[in-house]
């Protein structure tokens, strides 16, 4: 990576390499991190929105059946509607885990002074500990926001979650229901 190239033209001691070995460590951690929440986030919206599909796959069958009772055809449009809506929260929500946290701790103004300190600068060490440190520091609280979204401590009606649960319950009862309809 060029930061070791840097830092060893610059002459700076192996403790430095391996204090940045252990920032790019700490940085590949977090990008793994985000990740696996956004991965985590697409997998209950991938999975309700199959099961939305499965369960309104199943009303329609009921409803070109012809004769649907009354209680069945109430029954099976409310899931229908909770089951949407809850689609459409749990998509909402998981959105504040997908959205993109930008962050400016390296811009190319950053990147010309690591070049500039690179030739010599005896507080190059100092410098380059500083600007990982501001690095790995926006990296957590991106991924500290994106845990939060998708698991929050407070309003936890606004939870991935919650709709996700949701969105399965009301199709299973509609699932449920048009088989009751074959049944009965």
């Known amino acids: 990576?060029?930061?070791?190239?840097?830092?060893t033209a610059s002459g700076a001691s192996d403790d430095l390499k391996h204090v940045l070995d252990t920032a790019?460590?700490?940085?590949?951690?977090?990008?793994?991190?985000?990740e696996r929440l956004d991965a985590k986030a697409r997998g209950q919206a991938t999975l309700a929105?199959?099961?939305?599909?499965?369960?309104l796959t199943a009303s329609a069958l009921v409803f070109r059946s012809g004769n649907t009772p009354a209680w069945l055809t109430i029954t099976l449009v409310g899931c229908l509607i909770l089951g949407g809506l809850s689609l459409a929260l749990l998509l909402h929500?998981?959105?504040?885990?997908?959205?993109?946290?930008?962050?400016?701790e390296v811009t190319p103004a950053?990147?010309?002074a690591m070049e500039q300190a690179a030739g010599g600068d005896p507080?190059?060490?100092?410098?380059?500990?500083?600007?990982?440190?501001?690095?790995?520091?926006?990296?957590?609280?991106?991924?500290?926001?994106?845990?939060?979204?998708?698991?929050?401590?407070?309003?936890?009606f606004r939870s991935p979650a919650?709709?996700?649960?949701?969105?399965?319950?009301?199709?299973?009862?509609?699932v449920i229901a048009a088989l009751l309809s074959r049944v009965l």
């Not at 929500?93 to 993109?100: D, F, G, Q």
């Not at 919650?162 to 509609?174: A, K, P, R, S, Y």
Request: charge should be positive.
């Open 93 to 104: 929500a998981s959105s504040r885990v997908w959205r993109l946290q930008t962050r400016d």
């Open 162 to 174: 919650l709709f996700w649960w949701g969105v399965l319950f009301f199709g299973l009862i509609e």
């Open 24 to 34: 790019r460590d700490a940085l590949d951690h977090e990008f793994q991190r985000a």
């Open 49 to 55: 929105g199959s099961w939305f599909t499965v369960a």
């Open 1 to 7: 990576m060029a930061t070791t190239h840097l830092a």
């Open 110 to 112: 950053t990147l010309d």
């Open 123 to 156: 507080n190059f060490a100092r410098n380059m500990i500083k600007t990982y440190r501001a690095i790995l520091d926006g990296a957590q609280q991106a991924n500290a926001a994106r845990a939060t979204a998708l698991e929050p401590t407070k309003g936890r």
